[in-house]
């Protein structure tokens, strides 16, 4: 069964293989505020989509990604993320299927707004230790001269 509690998240993350992950996921949960994580119902929601999650198939997509997106972009970064990992173990794919819908909605959704907004900050922040990496530096020093 997959675990969607934010303890659990963390947990997952922490020993992702990618480091850099789990770094910019801290980072941005010490901002995040206005997010429903903690509340009593709210947690008993994750356990069940937990649960639902657990008995999806492989093939199996979500139906309303809306409904979905309207749930993570007030989930905390780690949290988030999981759920669409989750998704993604078991159908391949559905977790671009939900950007791609957030995409398509953000003209006239402020939920799709809002994930799109934090999704595309945590890879900018994902992906800043690769571009300014120490090689990457003393390349552009080297090419510039002493």
């Known amino acids: 069964m997959v675990d969607l509690s934010l303890a659990a998240s963390h947990e997952y993350w ?3 293989q990618d480091e850099t992950v789990y770094r910019v996921i801290v980072l941005l949960e010490t901002v995040e505020r206005y997010y429903f994580d903690g509340d009593p119902d709210y947690e008993e929601s994750m356990a069940r989509l937990a649960d639902a999650l657990t008995t ?7 139906t309303n990604r809306n409904l979905l997106l309207d749930v993570l972009a007030y989930t905390k970064t780690s949290r988030y993320l999981r759920i669409l990992q989750a998704l993604d173990e078991v159908t391949p794919g ?3 299927r ?5 995409e398509k909605a953000k003209r006239d959704n402020e939920t799709a707004q809002l994930f799109l907004q934090r999704n595309i900050t945590f890879e900018r922040y994902r992906l800043l230790p690769r571009v300014l990496s120490t090689d990457r530096l003393e390349m552009v020093v080297s090419a510039l001269g002493d």
């Open 94 to 96: 559905a977790a671009s």
């Open 14 to 16: 922490h020993g992702f």
């Open 98 to 102: 939900v950007i791609a819908a957030a």
């Open 56 to 62: 999806m198939r492989p093939g199996d997509d979500i």
